[in-house]
Structures are given as structure tokens and as C-alpha cells.
């Protein structure tokens, strides 16, 4: 009776040529899958699968287990727009291992595959179909995103995910020599040597990157980031200084995330339009302030634009001492929360409308009236970057952008209980059907849109009810990751 069973097993598995097919064989017999298939007539199939190193993980096999067999393993090095192809880069299944399964052993064999992921790429063995010969397992056993070759570093991108800090669960730091296949938000993997390297090697483009950055250094535990951050915002103010036509609010932001001394040196050499900016940092000194208040009052129809500048509110005396006839358009304009700040000087109003009427007649009747009172024109203030002012020529983070590092653990927690899970779904399963054939059609067959056919003819296994009992129980093995289905 097993043996007609078997064979009718092995006629269904013959038949079945799809990656998710193939998965769930994978999730039956483990390794021994492509063997399975191969023995039941698809070995037209079976070695040239590309299942990935998240497909492997689900299936709960080694992804190096796998490549051991001369298995084909698919590595995605980097992200798409939700961040899921992370989901299987060999350093966060690294720390998925660590963190989660407290499987150090599999944790160092996912770091080794990375080094030679990386030196397969550098040796020009990615992407083709002329393979060199192998010096590592990974050289004829796999495939990459064509991508990964050429661009894998997506430096600059928004990452959801920030990978925790390796140290403390035993992992070393990477010293790469290239670290073109570093995703940034595996940056808590980057030894410091490294970590120069790339910020020296990839410029930070502006601003934005930079605190991008700093937020993702400070989520991923980065020793020494301030001092590192200091140096890339000096280099990306250097450019934009030097451009003819200025990024006020580019630079503006740029001088706040630099240490406060380094920023007004600078601002205290800046002659012309540049000396506008002595008015943008929350501790600009007065000479510096009245130098921006008076750069300001000759920007003209930009005075709306640039007003939502301040780093503080100027006080009356810096004022008073410009010229009526602008101090119109600058009180015009003002934000208001910094105008009512002005306001709660002692005798600042009075004092402001004796400066004013010496413009009575001159100045725009509209702009006059209404320099002192609130009204729909102001500018509105841009916000202060996410840093306190700095201590002791660092930077110190207000709060980090909440909820990267819980993604990352509810991503990874996840594919844990997965791997976790398949393992002992399969050794369950091997207990109640020793048969591998049966036991992988078993699995196939009992999926979400069950083989009738089959599954009448397992039925009459004495074991079936329990093996019935234990798909449903694991039913959630055969369902795609919450941040797969988010896709």
C-alpha cells in the first residue's frame, strides 16, 4: 500500500515546476529536495531553481547548506522601496541568527558567505554565463540582481530598516576593502577604518543625507558618529559656499548641524549676501546677527523666502539698527512667533514705531501698517534641525526618527519563528511519514489550494488525521512575511 502511494507521490511531484512548489518540497525534506525532484522526473527544474536566501530561511535550510549542494541561491545585496529584498542580505540574517536564535554558529557562517559574496562580485563572477572557476562556493552557485554588480551601494536611500549593533552579540566588525556592497542601514557592521572610508569615499550630498545618517548611526549604536558627521557637513558646506548662485536654506542647514564654533568662524568671515547667514544659528553672537539683518534687508522680493531663516529672534537694539525704510520689510515679513518674541521686549514696541515713523511717508502703505501686527504674509519659520546645540564640538540628537529598529525587529523576529518554525514542522513530519516522497506531496498537495486527487489517496495513511493536524498547525509556514505583504 505505501509503495502505490509512493508512486503516486512521485507522479504528482514530477509534475510540479514552480518556485512555490519547490519551496514547499524544500520545507518537507530540507536539502534533500533537489534530489526528490530530480528522482521524480524534474530535474529540468530542480538545479536551476533560484530560490532566494529569504526562501531558504522560510523553508528553515541554511542558505550555505544549500550552496554546499551546489544549490542555486539568489542574493539580493540591495533594497527596493520597502526595504523586502533586505529581508535576505547574508549580514541581517547574520544578526536574525544572533539576536533572535542565539545561533552564533550560523550567524559566523552567514558573515563568511558575505566576504565571499563580495569577492565573487570583485572578481568580475557576477551576473554571466561564463564562470570562472570556483574559488569559493559561491562562485557557480549563484545569481545577483544585475544591480548589485554595478550599484549595490544605495547609499543615500531612506532605510526602514537599521540593523543593530553586531558587538554585542559576538560578530566582528567588518573591515572591508570595498564597501560598495554595503546597504546604509547595515552601517552598524562598518569598523571604523571602513566607516571613514565610506563616508570619505561616498559624499554625503547635503543636508538631508546627513541627518539621515545621523539618525541611522545613532539607531545602529555608532561609536564616534558626531566627529564623523562633522567632517562630511563641512565638506558638503565647502561645495555649496563656493556655488555662484547660493542654497541659502541648503547652507543654513548645514552651518546648524556643525559644531556652533566652526559655524560662526565661518559666518564671521562671510562678506556680502553670505553675511545674511549670521542670523541662522540659534547662538548667532549680535555683531553677527545685525551683519544678517542687514545682508536680508537687500534681498528684496526674497525677503519672504529667506525670513523663514532665523535661528533666533533679533532683539530691538540689532533692529534700530538698520535703515527705516528696510526695517519696514523686515518686521513685515518676520515670522510671527519670533515678532511676538521681539515684542515682549521692554518698550520694544514703542521703540520700533518711533524707528518706523521716520517712514511714514515714504515707506509702502501696506507694508506699514501691517509691520506689527500679525497678518497672512509672514513667513513661516522652518524648523530648527533635530540636534541640540552642540556640547564640546559634538552633536547630540534630540530624539532618533522613532521606529526603524522596531521594524527591523519585527521583520526579523519574524523570519526567526519562521526558520524556527520549519525546522520543527519538518522534523514533526519526518516522525509521522518517514517516506520523504510522500512526505514532500504531503506538504505540496496540503497547501492552500489542496490536490484533491492526492489528498484521497494520502488519506487512507493511517497517520493522516495528525499529518492533517500538523499543516493546518503550520499553515502560517506557507504564508508570505508581513513585510512581503506589504508589497
Given at each position: 500500500?505505501?509503495?502505490?502511494?509512493?508512486?503516486?507521490?512521485?507522479v504528482?511531484?514530477?509534475?510540479?515546476?514552480?518556485?512555490?512548489?519547490?519551496?514547499?518540497?524544500?520545507?518537507?525534506?530540507?536539502?534533500?529536495?533537489?534530489?526528490?525532484?530530480?528522482?521524480?522526473?524534474?530535474?529540468?527544474?530542480?538545479?536551476?531553481t533560484?530560490?532566494?536566501?529569504?526562501?531558504?530561511?522560510?523553508?528553515?535550510?541554511?542558505?550555505?547548506?544549500?550552496?554546499?549542494?551546489?544549490?542555486?541561491?539568489?542574493v539580493?545585496?540591495?533594497?527596493?522601496?520597502?526595504?523586502?529584498?533586505?529581508?535576505?542580505?547574508?549580514?541581517?540574517?547574520?544578526?536574525?541568527?544572533?539576536?533572535?536564535?542565539?545561533?552564533?554558529?550560523?550567524?559566523?557562517?552567514?558573515?563568511?558567505?558575505f566576504?565571499?559574496?563580495?569577492?565573487?562580485?570583485?572578481?568580475?563572477?557576477?551576473?554571466?554565463?561564463?564562470?570562472?572557476?570556483?574559488?569559493?562556493?559561491?562562485?557557480?552557485?549563484?545569481?545577483?540582481?544585475r544591480?548589485?554588480?554595478?550599484?549595490?551601494?544605495?547609499?543615500?536611500?531612506?532605510?526602514?530598516?537599521?540593523?543593530?549593533?553586531?558587538?554585542?552579540?559576538?560578530?566582528?566588525?567588518l573591515?572591508?576593502?570595498?564597501?560598495t556592497?554595503?546597504?546604509?542601514?547595515?552601517?552598524?557592521?562598518?569598523?571604523?577604518?571602513?566607516?571613514?572610508?565610506?563616508?570619505?569615499?561616498?559624499?554625503?550630498?547635503?543636508?538631508?543625507?546627513?541627518?539621515?545618517?545621523?539618525?541611522?548611526?545613532?539607531?545602529?549604536?555608532?561609536?564616534?558618529?558626531?566627529?564623523?558627521?562633522d567632517?562630511?557637513?563641512?565638506?558638503?558646506?565647502?561645495?555649496?559656499?563656493?556655488?555662484?548662485?547660493?542654497?541659502?536654506?541648503?547652507?543654513?542647514?548645514?552651518?546648524?548641524?556643525?559644531?556652533?564654533?566652526?559655524?560662526?568662524?565661518?559666518?564671521?568671515?562671510?562678506?556680502?549676501?553670505?553675511?545674511?547667514?549670521?542670523?541662522?544659528?540659534?547662538?548667532?553672537?549680535?555683531?553677527?546677527?545685525?551683519?544678517?539683518?542687514?545682508?536680508?534687508?537687500q534681498?528684496?522680493?526674497?525677503?519672504?523666502?529667506?525670513?523663514?531663516?532665523?535661528?533666533?529672534?533679533?532683539?530691538?537694539?540689532?533692529?534700530?539698527?538698520?535703515?527705516?525704510?528696510?526695517?519696514?520689510?523686515?518686521?513685515?515679513?518676520?515670522?510671527?512667533?519670533?515678532?511676538?518674541?521681539?515684542?515682549?521686549?521692554?518698550q520694544?514696541?514703542?521703540?520700533?514705531?518711533?524707528?518706523?515713523?521716520?517712514?511714514?511717508?515714504?515707506?509702502?502703505?501696506?507694508?506699514?501698517?501691517?509691520?506689527?501686527?500679525?497678518?497672512?504674509?509672514?513667513?513661516?519659520?522652518?524648523?530648527?534641525?533635530?540636534?541640540?546645540?552642540?556640547?564640546g564640538?559634538s552633536?547630540?540628537?534630540?530624539?532618533?526618527?522613532?521606529?526603524?529598529?522596531?521594524?527591523?525587529?519585527?521583520?526579523?523576529?519574524?523570519?526567526?519563528?519562521?526558520?524556527?518554525?520549519?525546522?520543527?514542522?519538518?522534523?514533526?513530519?519526518?516522525?509521522?511519514?518517514?517516506?520523504?516522497?510522500?512526505?514532500?506531496?504531503?506538504?505540496?498537495?496540503?497547501?492552500?489550494?489542496?490536490?484533491?486527487?492526492?489528498?484521497?489517496?494520502?488519506?487512507?495513511?493511517?497517520?493522516?488525521?495528525?499529518?492533517?493536524a500538523?499543516?493546518?498547525?503550520?499553515?502560517?509556514?506557507?504564508?508570505?512575511?508581513?513585510?512581503?505583504?506589504?508589497?
Amino acid at each position: 500500500m505505501v509503495d502505490m502511494i509512493e508512486n503516486a507521490c512521485r507522479v504528482y511531484l514530477g509534475g510540479q515546476t514552480t518556485t512555490s512548489a519547490i519551496s514547499k518540497v524544500f520545507l518537507a525534506v530540507g536539502v534533500e529536495a533537489p534530489s526528490v525532484l530530480v528522482e521524480c522526473s524534474a530535474e529540468h527544474v530542480a538545479p536551476y531553481t533560484r530560490l532566494t536566501w529569504t526562501d531558504y530561511i522560510k523553508a528553515g535550510v541554511h542558505p550555505v547548506d544549500a550552496v554546499n549542494r551546489n544549490l542555486v541561491v539568489g542574493v539580493d545585496l540591495t533594497s527596493n522601496a520597502k526595504n523586502t529584498h533586505m529581508l535576505g542580505h547574508p549580514l541581517n540574517v547574520a544578526m536574525m541568527f544572533a539576536k533572535f536564535l542565539e545561533d552564533a554558529g550560523s550567524a559566523a557562517r552567514c558573515v563568511e558567505a558575505f566576504h565571499q559574496i563580495v569577492s565573487a562580485i570583485d572578481n568580475g563572477s557576477a551576473w554571466g554565463r561564463n564562470w570562472p572557476e570556483a574559488s569559493t562556493v559561491w562562485h557557480e552557485t549563484k545569481h545577483y540582481r544585475r544591480e548589485d554588480r554595478y550599484s549595490a551601494d544605495r547609499f543615500h536611500e531612506d532605510v526602514n530598516w537599521v540593523c543593530p549593533d553586531p558587538d554585542p552579540y559576538g560578530l566582528s566588525k567588518l573591515a572591508l576593502p570595498n564597501t560598495t556592497y554595503m546597504n546604509f542601514s547595515l552601517i552598524a557592521w562598518y569598523s571604523t577604518g571602513a566607516l571613514k572610508e565610506l563616508l570619505n569615499t561616498h559624499m554625503l550630498s547635503g543636508y538631508a543625507d546627513i541627518v539621515r545618517a545621523w539618525n541611522t548611526m545613532q539607531l545602529a549604536g555608532v561609536q564616534g558618529a558626531p566627529e564623523l558627521l562633522d567632517k562630511a557637513a563641512e565638506r558638503a558646506l565647502s561645495r555649496f559656499w563656493e556655488e555662484k548662485r547660493l542654497r541659502y536654506k541648503e547652507i543654513a542647514y548645514l552651518l546648524r548641524v556643525l559644531p556652533h564654533a566652526q559655524a560662526a568662524s565661518r559666518i564671521q568671515s562671510a562678506h556680502g549676501t553670505k553675511a545674511l547667514f549670521g542670523l541662522t544659528l540659534k547662538g548667532a553672537d549680535s555683531a553677527s546677527m545685525s551683519k544678517g539683518l542687514s545682508a536680508l534687508a537687500q534681498q528684496g522680493e526674497y525677503i519672504n523666502y529667506l525670513s523663514s531663516l532665523y535661528g533666533r529672534a533679533p532683539t530691538v537694539q540689532e533692529l534700530c539698527s538698520l535703515r527705516a525704510k528696510k526695517l519696514v520689510e523686515i518686521l513685515y515679513y518676520m515670522p510671527q512667533p519670533l515678532l511676538a518674541e521681539v515684542l515682549e521686549e521692554d518698550q520694544a514696541g514703542e521703540r520700533l514705531r518711533a524707528r518706523l515713523l521716520r517712514e511714514v511717508g515714504t515707506a509702502d502703505p501696506t507694508l506699514f501698517r501691517a509691520a506689527l501686527i500679525e497678518h497672512d504674509k509672514r513667513a513661516t519659520l522652518d524648523p530648527y534641525p533635530t540636534f541640540n546645540e552642540p556640547t564640546g564640538g559634538s552633536l547630540a540628537l534630540v530624539s532618533p526618527t522613532a521606529g526603524h529598529n522596531k521594524e527591523w525587529d519585527a521583520a526579523f523576529g519574524e523570519l526567526a519563528i519562521r526558520y524556527r518554525g520549519a525546522m520543527a514542522f519538518r522534523s514533526k513530519l519526518e516522525e509521522l511519514l518517514p517516506n520523504k516522497y510522500i512526505r514532500a506531496a504531503a506538504t505540496v498537495a496540503g497547501a492552500d489550494n489542496p490536490n484533491r486527487f492526492l489528498i484521497n489517496i494520502l488519506e487512507t495513511l493511517p497517520e493522516w488525521p495528525e499529518v492533517a493536524a500538523l499543516l493546518k498547525g503550520f499553515a502560517f509556514l506557507q504564508q508570505p512575511l508581513s513585510a512581503e505583504a506589504k508589497e
